[in-house]
């Protein structure tokens, strides 16, 4: 991968072709300051690894498949105009919250908890939404968690990690953004995925928001890998989701292949995660 497009992910993901974005200069501060997880977390792991870009995608697609949820995000996001300030923002809130000092990550959750009480409406079939309401926040909690989870799981090539600790990492976030009882091992993630079921649908409206991921507006040196990885995504969702997308066919090994090849380049050239980097500078474990 030449230097040309890994400055294009960096800024896709970052906003800099650097990848030094605001989070990650305040992720390095101040010196010594310890956060909500430390590097010996599965969460540090999980969230430093470029299966998070598998992982992303995933989440999206599944978080969806909830009316209430889509209609939040179609009402209230800007995405189709601005799909990469939106990735961004999730990812500074990822890096913030994983990597940062426990003063960071309060000050993120505030913002966004400030953020969510504007968002409320009524969805295409007469149902109100907020984006506060804790039903709804667990929906995105847990589809954000188990497909960070299966995309470290299934590509991620940073070391073995404890399922259960991941999600019990992930509990502590969702806890703090007003999740009531977050799943805290990875039998409980599967549980409350799976009591969300009958809550999900699929229609015209989802299909055009799954189409518009597949198919996201990217330099076009980016859109052959983004494509791998979007039918690897696609792919890793759980066998009940395909089959109410009518899609119950599964890549072949040589596509899976194709995938992780993708992703190794992509970690060969990105080289370590800047958000994670700067947490470690704050805890003095690698040199500023």
């Known amino acids: 991968m030449g230097l040309d497009i890994t400055?294009?992910?960096r800024e896709v993901l970052s906003g800099r072709t650097d990848g030094a974005s605001e989070v990650a200069r305040a992720i390095a501060r101040p010196a010594g300051a310890p956060g909500w997880f430390t590097p010996d977390d599965p969460i540090w792991i999980v969230h430093g690894s470029v299966a998070t870009f598998l992982g992303g995608v995933r989440s999206l697609l599944l978080q969806a498949l909830h009316p209430l949820a889509l209609a939040g995000v179609d009402q209230y996001s800007s995405y189709r105009e601005d799909p990469f300030g939106r990735l961004q923002r999730t990812g500074a809130f990822i890096a913030a919250t994983t990597y940062g000092s426990s003063e960071l990550a309060e000050q993120t959750v505030r913002g966004i908890q400030s953020l969510h009480r504007r968002v409320q409406g009524t969805a295409a079939d007469g149902r109100g939404y907020s984006a506060q309401d804790p039903h709804l926040l667990a929906w995105v909690h847990i589809a954000l968690t188990d497909s960070m989870l299966r995309a470290y799981l299934d590509y991620g090539?940073?070391?073995?990690?404890?399922?259960?600790?991941?999600?019990?990492?992930?509990?502590v976030v969702g806890a703090a953004m007003g999740v009531v009882d977050p799943p805290r091992t990875a039998a409980e993630l599967a549980a409350q995925l799976d009591a969300f079921r009958p809550e999900l649908r699929v229609d015209d409206h989802v299909r055009r928001t799954h189409a518009f991921i597949r198919s996201a507006p990217l330099p076009l040196a980016l859109r052959?890998?983004?494509?791998?990885?979007?039918?690897?995504?696609?792919?890793?969702?759980?066998?009940?989701?395909?089959?109410?997308?009518?899609?119950?066919?599964?890549?072949?090994?040589?596509?899976?292949?194709?995938?992780?090849?993708?992703?190794?380049?992509?970690?060969?050239?990105?080289?370590?995660?800047?958000?994670?980097?700067?947490?470690?500078?704050?805890?003095?474990?690698?040199?500023?």
Do not use: C
């Not at 696609?234 to 993708?262: E, N």
């Open 224 to 288: 052959p890998g983004y494509t791998v990885l979007t039918r690897a995504a696609w792919d890793s969702l759980p066998d009940w989701a395909l089959s109410m997308l009518g899609s119950g066919s599964r890549l072949a090994p040589l596509d899976r292949a194709l995938a992780d090849t993708s992703l190794r380049v992509l970690r060969r050239a990105l080289v370590a995660s800047p958000a994670r980097l700067a947490g470690e500078r704050r805890l003095g474990l690698t040199p500023a």
């Open 7 to 9: 400055g294009q992910v």
């Open 157 to 171: 090539r940073d070391g073995v990690i404890d399922a259960d600790g991941y999600v019990g990492n992930m509990a």
